[in-house]
Nanobody, 125 residues
């Protein structure tokens, strides 16, 4: 059974930090890149970042570039999203997903094949 399990969300003040984790199982981790997406109430889902363990490609959306850092622990089949200098506009449900590629094209990530259940991130002003 394919599973992507996010954790690490919560409530934080503006300027603070959170680290999200995405633990993957049930598929060959190296066959996919892992992407982070977010969706705020009333807004469309947005691609935040992705990483390819196969070639090391990464991508960051303009709104998070310089503040978020994605990393991968292939031994644990886990991808992390370190979020620093958080802003109220970062408030959203964050999802991780297994995508076919990362770092090329428009958008620079593939269509998600598998999704996690999401974790809420709330940044207070």
């Amino acid at each position: 059974e394919v599973q992507l399990v996010e954790s690490g969300g919560g409530l934080v003040q503006a300027g603070g930090s959170l680290r999200l984790s995405c633990a993957a199982s049930g598929f060959t981790f190296d066959d996919y890149a892992i992407g982070w997406f977010r969706q705020a109430p009333g807004k469309e889902r947005e691609g935040v970042s992705c990483i390819s363990s196969a070639d090391g490609n990464t991508y960051y959306g303009d709104s998070v570039k310089g503040r978020f850092t994605i990393s991968s622990d292939n031994a644990k089949n886990t991808v992390y999203l370190q979020m620093d200098s958080l802003r109220p506009e970062d408030t959203a449900v964050y999802y991780c997903a297994a995508v076919n590629f990362c770092g090329m094209g428009v958008p620079p990530y593939g269509i998600p094949d598998y999704w996690g259940q999401g974790t809420q991130v709330t940044v207070s002003s």
